[in-house]
RNA sequence: GUCUUGUUAGCUCAGCUGGUAGAGCACGUCACUUUUAAUGAUGUGGCCGAUGGUUCGAAUCCAUCACAGGACACCA
């Protein structure tokens, strides 16, 4: 049953009382004509005034009542709307007869959504506040908010019930304020570049663009199963097969695996795709890009994440194979030997699984020894052939292909390469993927067929580039945690034990 | 998936080697017209995550489950 709380049962006697009494617990007639922030900008004269007060000027803000200091026949509240926090002083004798009394102090209490009419004056103890002349509720909460002084920390309440989390975390709303102007900068960025931004389907045929479990759905129409996208990379392909030529998507993104620190089921990536260009212009704008985002956001190029220290003035380019000795230390005369990587890393006590080729064993060397050690921006490139299934081989070094990946505080945030477009050697690499598929592989790419027949009628060339703007974001505001940067996390249901209730 | 820690009042947390539950805030009542987490007095508030077990007796010990946090594994 809800509402079984006996705080709440208070308050929706309070809720009664006010509207016997004539108030509408929740009024629709908000007045306000001027935000917190801008009253505190526009007042900041005041205490230059005689008195330190202007009864001449009117104002009427908005806000929800965060604190609440009752002090007999005069009160003090914190208001908070979503440009800030404005102290209140409530008088009995500036209120109509009987109002502060019977109302104000009985009925109002914190959480509540208040309009305020008033004058500015600044307080004895030098702040600037709003000196009320007419008091109204316009919203009454009727469930409790949590403690003034900690407010809410259980990280299960804040990712359950976020708006609680927003009510009571200032910080929280920072975070999801920047996330959304990095989402809007990134769009500006790229639309002043001449790139088109595009919306592709996030219901596939077939799911494909990256190595991952899709999530399943139904058509009913076409009874034909759906799979939710796990990236848009081969619909924007086509689209540069049908002549524009620069695209990019922000959008969602879906895999069906587990849940940690960085990864949701859900996340978001920006793709582009450039033709006439290689992934070294794609390097270049990467670069830009940052410099773009940091200007626009005011922040420092060097940032704090946890114990790190990120220079993002300081980008460097690393080929793969030399990051393995000069960043992981991994001996010279190991780095190009199959059998000696082995050996190196059954003598650090890894496992290797068997069968694994010379690309395979480089990349696990990387992840072993580099990976976690690049803190500055760090392009890895020339990645062996082996493991960059859909990227362009060198034409200069048949082994590596043209591609890089970005490496912020030891984490991937890009992944970039030279498209593949050649269609008959995408068909060979598919086949290679079906075979895979075959033998138990459940992450293997299917056939395509329809998107060889689009590289079929000629893609031109093409560098394309995707970013995790969930862990950019996360870089950005020194979070450690996905689901500090989601507004609603995925999480599991609770159990209802109310179902089984009303069954009965 | 494995390991590990947690779950006690609306919130933040105590609760020893088992003896039927405590604080602060919030809320109720009273006092207080310049407070800053206001203050003082006083009171209400709990199926101690769920289910079993051990015991004369369980918030406490044991087992299973649920959810959450962290680490690792897997994955890009």
Redesign the pocket.
Known sequence: MAFE???IQ?RIEKAKLLKEAGFNPYSNESNRNTTIEKYLNVNSDIAEKENQRDENRHYCVSGRIK????????S?LKIEDESGML?V?V???NLPEDFYNTIFK?NI??GDIVEVNGYP?V?????L?IHATDFKLLTKAIA?L????????????R?RKRYLDLIMNADVRKTFKIRSKVISLTRRFFEDKGFLEVETPMMHPIAGG???KPFVTHHNALGIDRFLRIAPERYLKRLIVGGFEAVFEINRNFRN??M??T?NPEFTSIEFYWAYKTYKDLIEITKEYFKYLFEHLNLPTVLPYGELEINFDNFTEVPLIKSLTTVGGVPAEVVNDKEKIVEFLKSKNLTVKPGMNLGQLQGELF?EFV?EKLVDPTFITEYPVEISPLARRSDDNPAITERF?LFIAGR?IA?AFSELNDPVDQYERFKGQVDAKDAGDD?AHEMDEDFIDALSYGMAPAAGQGIGMDRLVMLLTNE??I?DVLLFPA??P??NEEKTAEEE
């Open positions: 709380n006996k705080f208070q604190l609440l200091r009752i002090m007999g026949k005069a003090f102290q002083y008088a009995r004798d009985k209490e914190v004056f307080t004895g103890k030098g702040e506040s409790p949590p403690e003034k002084f900690h407010g809410v920390t259980d990280k299960e309440i990712y990256a190595n991952a695996e587990g940690d620190a990864h992840d990976e990946e991937e992944n992450e450690h945690s689901r999480m599991k609770v159990h």
